[in-house]
């Protein structure tokens, strides 16, 4: 025993002070390591001293340029990062692809699948998502009457968020929310061009075919964003007011709640504001989630305290940010009335609406309220919706006797525009014209 003891402490000696005495010599490599390079850069300094007094090259040396040839854009991460911004994955000859998230509370799931049938093509990705508020029987609900539907089966691409978020109405809960739907379908890598948020009380005043032919002549870099920059009273009560939202830590739902300080104003980024509505890019959104500058996270922390963050933090991100700056058209492609002067929400949209919204061009109208008779005149006059889902040139079944011609399907990417296609023209014509766009972010 105590001799295995003094052999073990012998070996351990021995091997610190082998250590030790390695140890001992290894400064010496560095030594003369570093005495060589001093002799180099001595002796080619002496003789560029000379070579340049002769009009000689200097000898190059730079380690760096040698490994990397580019220019010194090269050295730095964020270079390669940058090819990111105006990267259109999916070719800009096929017809491009939607995706939709279509949001509801409590006793939504109704309309939620109506508004679902009536933007429905196969091309096109759905998430739904029913807030903490639904009872967890309506969410069943909704999951089965999706996995009961033939289609949805067969084309496989409507999702029902199993996680339900606490959404805070105006609060940054909202936008939590948003950003994981489309994480999701990032990280699902679907494919999709452009990214558009819906609610429940939402309705389309165009075909899927409309929009989609519309839009396969549009360059896949253009964000659809109302904003404009925050400023005068607007300022004073959304940006110097902190706001905390309950949804963050409590599992009931309840009122943004507002602290007595007050804040100063933001000196690094400017801020904008406009419609929590939007339809925003690929590329645009790949930046705000994966972040791989800091600022769409410094922006979201900020926003987290803000009053009416769904109005602002996308407007912000896209207009303090160079790449996506010119990409930013100030529109929210909805028809939405206000009364005058305008109240907290929104006028719900009726039959005496309906001259208005379809002349104003928009792809998309809110607020209705459930199964107001507008609906169904939209349904029919421009919809042209006689079963499930509003037709389109994808929808090749037989539509006699009542059957669905949307229960077989042919080329989803065949289009059968109508009316609506052309309106839609004339909106997007009048947004890209030179005098709009220069209204962009200012
Ligand atoms: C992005 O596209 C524009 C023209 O569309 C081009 O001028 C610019 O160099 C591109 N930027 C990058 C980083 O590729
Ligand atoms: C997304 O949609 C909801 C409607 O459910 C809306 O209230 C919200 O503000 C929208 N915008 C963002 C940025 O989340
Ligand atoms: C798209 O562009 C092509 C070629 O410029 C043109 O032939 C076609 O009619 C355009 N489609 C739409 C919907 O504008
Ligand atoms: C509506 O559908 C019918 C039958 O499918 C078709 O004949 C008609 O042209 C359509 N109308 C519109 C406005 O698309
Ligand atoms: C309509 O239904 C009747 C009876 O169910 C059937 O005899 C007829 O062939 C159907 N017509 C079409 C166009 O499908
Ligand atoms: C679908 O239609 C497109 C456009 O006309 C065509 O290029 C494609 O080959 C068609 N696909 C099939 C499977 O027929």
């Not at 799931?109 to 679902?116: E, G, I, N, V």
């Not at 909202?174 to 950003?179: K, P, S, V």
């Not at 400017?270 to 890019?281: D, Q, V, Y």
């Not at 889902?389 to 006797?401: E, R, V």
Request: aromatic content about 12%; some cysteine; charged content about 20%.
């Amino acid at each position: 025993m105590s001799i295995r003891k003094a052999l073990v402490s012998m070996r351990k000696n021995g091997n610190s002070h082998s250590g030790r005495l390695f140890g001992d010599r290894r400064w010496l490599i560095p030594f003369f390591t570093s005495f060589l390079v001093f002799l180099i850069l001595f002796s080619s300094a002496t003789f560029g001293i000379f070579t340049s007094t002769y009009g000689g090259e200097q000898v190059p040396f730079d380690i760096v340029s040698y490994k990397r040839p580019e220019n010194s854009n090269g050295y730095f991460v964020e270079s390669d990062l940058k090819k990111w911004f105006n990267r259109s994955r999916y070719s800009e000859l096929e017809p491009p692809r939607l995706a939709y998230l279509i949001s509801g509370t409590k006793g939504d799931s109704q309309r939620m699948m109506r508004t679902l049938q009536a933007v429905y093509h196969p091309r096109n990705q759905y998430i739904l998502h029913l807030d903490l508020e639904a009872p967890p029987r309506e969410r069943l609900m909704l999951g089965v009457y999706v996995k009961s539907d033939s289609t949805f089966q067969e084309v496989g691409n409507v999702r029902v968020m199993a996680q339900s978020n606490l959404v805070t109405y105006k609060g940054p809960t909202m936008i939590a929310c948003t950003l994981q739907a489309i994480a999701i379908m990032l990280r699902e890598s679907l494919e999709w061009d452009w990214f558009i948020n819906l609610s429940a009380s939402d309705y389309p005043l165009v075909t899927q075919d409309d929009l989609l032919h519309v839009f396969t002549n549009l360059s896949r870099n253009l964000n659809f964003i109302e904003h404009t920059r925050l400023t005068g009273w607007k300022m004073n009560s959304r940006a110097k007011p902190i706001a905390i939202d309950p949804g963050l830590y409590l599992s009931k739902k309840s009122d943004l709640s507002l602290t007595t300080q007050r804040r100063s104003l933001p000196t690094s980024f400017k801020l904008f504001t406009g419609s929590a509505w939007i339809m925003l890019t690929r590329s645009f959104l790949e930046y705000c989630i994966m972040g791989w500058e800091n600022l769409p996270r410094t922006i979201l922390m900020y926003y987290t305290n803000f009053v009416s963050s769904p109005e602002g933090y996308f407007h912000t991100v896209i207009c303090n940010t160079e790449e996506f700056q010119d990409t930013a058209i100030g529109h929210d492609l909805h028809y939405i009335a206000w009364d005058n002067p305008p109240r907290q929400h929104p006028i719900s949209l009726t039959m005496k609406h309906f001259d208005k919204m379809v002349k104003s061009n928009a792809p998309f109208a809110r607020k209705f309220a459930r199964d107001d008779p507008v609906l169904d005149k939209i349904d029919k006059e421009i919809l042209n919706r006689t079963s499930r889902f509003a037709p389109g040139a994808w929808c090749i079944g037989s539509s006699g006797n009542g059957s669905d011609p949307c229960s077989m399907r042919g080329n989803y990417s065949l289009f059968r525009p109508g009316p609506g296609a052309e309106r839609l023209q004339e909106l997007l014509q009048s947004l890209l014209s030179e005098d709009f766009r220069k209204k962009q972010c200012s």
